[in-house]
């Protein structure tokens, strides 16, 4: 038997879902609660107990799957040891796999047409992201591996890693050689 709390946890987790896959399909101004609730499979009334507005749904489930994300994004760490170029190499897959994970939520993000409030929520990732890129450099130039000036350095790869040029690059004319495009312009940073 499952507990109330199990099944608010499923139902807001259905919603939130809904939500997502609703923005991704129509965007905000298209956006409807009644279409949310349908793909959740709750009434539109439940939805409304969750968030009384739309902006507030739409900020509530882009917030919640951005903090987790920031979260996981935050956390990754290079494999001890590695060498400068795989340590590049790995931030690139990295991102990949991140941008994959939650192409969504990026795409969502990154398209535009939120309410200020929600579309902050790029500008907080994009600096987690922008950390990790400081602190992966800082560690290359500590090395004594970078050819160029660590702020240089940081500043070319959070241009190539961020997402609305991620997207560009993937979909573009490089196609599936994008990662190594974009690995091999990071790796020009690097001595020999």
Do not use: C
Request: aromatic share 4%.
């Amino acid at each position: 038997m499952t507990s109330r709390a199990e099944n608010v946890s499923r139902t807001s987790a259905a919603i939130e879902s809904a939500t997502l896959a609703e923005l991704a399909l129509v965007g905000y101004a298209g956006l409807r609660v009644a279409a949310v609730a349908r793909r959740a499979g709750v009434a539109t009334r439940t939805v409304y107990l969750h968030s009384p507005q739309k902006s507030q749904l739409v900020h509530d489930a882009l917030r919640r799957r951005a903090t987790a994300f920031a979260v996981r994004v935050a956390r990754w760490r290079p494999s001890a040891g590695a060498s400068a170029e795989a340590i590049l190499n790995e931030l690139v897959v990295f991102h990949r796999r991140s941008y994959r994970s939650e192409k969504r939520l990026l795409e969502t993000l990154a398209d535009g047409g939120l309410p200020p409030h929600s579309a902050a929520l790029l500008r907080d990732l994009d600096g987690v992201r922008l950390r990790i890129i400081q602190r992966i450099m800082a560690d290359i130039a500590h090395r004594g591996s970078l050819r160029v000036r660590t702020s240089d350095a940081t500043a070319l790869a959070h241009a190539l890693m961020a997402y609305p040029t991620w997207r560009l690059a993937i979909t573009g004319p490089a196609g599936r050689r994008a990662e190594s495009l974009i690995a091999t312009a990071l790796r020009a940073t690097l001595l020999v």
